[in-house]
């Protein structure tokens, strides 16, 4: 118990540390790697909990792809971050404005749990022993019986915003070559092979 206290106050401290340092950095690759950071002690919490499952899709999908994109977005392009913050004060007061409606809704949704917590319905079917079923088991039972519904709509607007994303970057430009698979595919040898004779001594 000594060492799971220990470990949960390390990954603890990281992870709101390196979430501080995340929007205080100013230079936007620290702050992507100070979230890649917070998401690794993240996952070491869930382990902690025994989540293992929760934890590996946090490493596995926010680590290996979003934290990694965001880091070679930053990295390749040439963003002048100096020209984004000079409207910072103009939009101030809007963003303070949100942000504490945002805080009033969270603030009245934890009053609203703790005066009246959610009572959970007696299932028809008795739930079989938490040591014979894994998290990943029950996690995959609730999200494709309960939640299907949601989870293919979910699938639906990534889709579409895939499709808009392509649609958007998808431009037709004059001067550009493109490749052509079926061209090169249907090509004969003459049209690929050229043969030269190059005489000894001479030059190519």
């Known amino acids: 118990m000594v060492i799971q206290a220990i470990a949960f106050y390390m990954f603890a401290i990281v992870t709101i540390a390196a979430a501080v340092m995340v929007i205080s950095a100013r230079n936007p690759v620290h702050s992507v790697l100070f979230l890649i950071l917070a998401f690794f002690n993240a996952a070491g ?3 902690l909990m ?3 499952f929760i934890a590996m899709i946090l490493v596995i999908v926010y680590v290996g792809a979003v934290a990694v ?3 070679f977005v930053v990295m390749m392009l040439d963003i002048n971050f100096a020209e984004l913050r000079q409207g910072f004060l103009q939009y101030l007061p809007i963003g303070g404005l949100i942000g504490i409606v945002l805080l009033v809704e969270l603030l009245f949704l934890a009053s609203t749990w703790l005066a ?4 959970t319905a007696s299932p028809a ?3 079989p022993a938490a040591d014979a079923v894994t998290n990943t088991h029950a996690l995959g039972r609730v999200l494709y019986t309960d939640y299907v ?3 293919q709509a979910a699938g639906l607007v990534l889709l579409v915003a895939m499709i ?3 649609v958007l970057t998808l431009r037709s430009r004059e001067g550009v070559r493109r490749q052509n698979a079926a061209a090169q595919l249907n090509r004969r040898r003459d049209q690929a092979v050229e043969v030269k004779k ?3 001594g001479s030059s190519i």
Do not use: C
């Open 69 to 71: 994109l965001f880091l």
């Open 149 to 151: 519904y949601l989870f």
């Open 116 to 119: 009246k917590p959610l009572k």
């Open 164 to 166: 808009g994303a392509i």
């Open 50 to 52: 025994g989540a293992e």
């Open 45 to 47: 919490l869930f382990v």
């Open 198 to 200: 190059v005489q000894p």
């Open 125 to 127: 079917s008795p739930a």
